[in-house]
Structures are given as C-alpha cells and as structure tokens.
C-alpha cells in the first residue's frame, strides 16, 4: 500500500507566497521522481514541476521563475514553494509519484501514485 499526504493548501493574496508538502509513506521500495500537477475549473490538468531522484527538474513555463520544487528522497517527501501567486494559479494541486515500486496486499507493483490533492486559492 501507498499513501500520499499532502498539505500547505488554502487561500492567498496575490503575489503572496505558499509552501505545499506530499509525504508518501507505505511499503515502498523506490520512486523514479515526484512531481506535481494542478487542475484548475474548466482546464485540463497540467504539469507544473517534476523533479527526479537525481535532482533534476522540470518546470511549466507558466511557473519558471516562481515555483520552485524540491525533495526529501529518504522520506519520499516533494515540496513546492510556489511565490508572486496569480489568479491564474488558483487550482487543486495534485502530488505524484512516478514509476514507484511498492508493495501491496502482498505483491510488489511498479506504478504512478497520485495524491487527493490541495486547494490553492490566489485571490485578486
């Protein structure tokens, strides 16, 4: 089993600062990267940053310069530090673990794990 906490959303002025956090805990053996994504009304989910057990990352063009994501890999944690929010962020922030190998009801499985997800608000 696999679960994924993730917390630090609510509601922002803009230009304002937030910090959101995902702890992935449960049988795991390894995971490729962690990412995250958001969802905003009306819109396809889309990817906001990635980053990779090596460090390496991976940014929206929307986000460059004002999201910044990073990770705890011995305790599969991501974290994005997101600043000078817009309206336009305003969305249900999903964490992911990518190509993670973890066990269940006995089985060991290679899959993406997605998160509840947070609600961020930026207001105008």
């Known amino acids: 089993q696999v679960q994924l906490v993730e917390s630090g959303g609510g509601l922002v002025q803009v230009g304002g600062s937030l910090r959101l956090s995902c702890v992935a805990s449960g049988s795991i053996i390894s995971v490729n990267a962690m990412g995250w994504y958001r969802q905003a009304p009306g819109k396809q989910r889309e990817l906001v940053a990635t980053?990779?057990?090596?460090?390496?990352?991976t940014y929206a063009d929307s986000v460059e310069g004002r999201f910044t994501i990073s990770r705890d890999n011995t305790k599969n944690t991501v974290y994005l530090q997101m600043s000078s929010l817009k309206p336009e962020d305003t969305a249900v922030y999903c964490c992911?673990?990518?190509?993670?190998?973890?066990?269940?009801?006995?089985?060991?499985?290679?899959?993406?794990?997605w998160g509840q997800g947070t609600l961020v608000t930026v207001s105008s």
């Open positions: 992911k673990l990518e190509a993670a190998r973890y066990y269940s009801g006995g089985y060991l499985l290679l899959a993406d794990a």
């Open positions: 980053i990779t057990k090596g460090g390496t990352t």
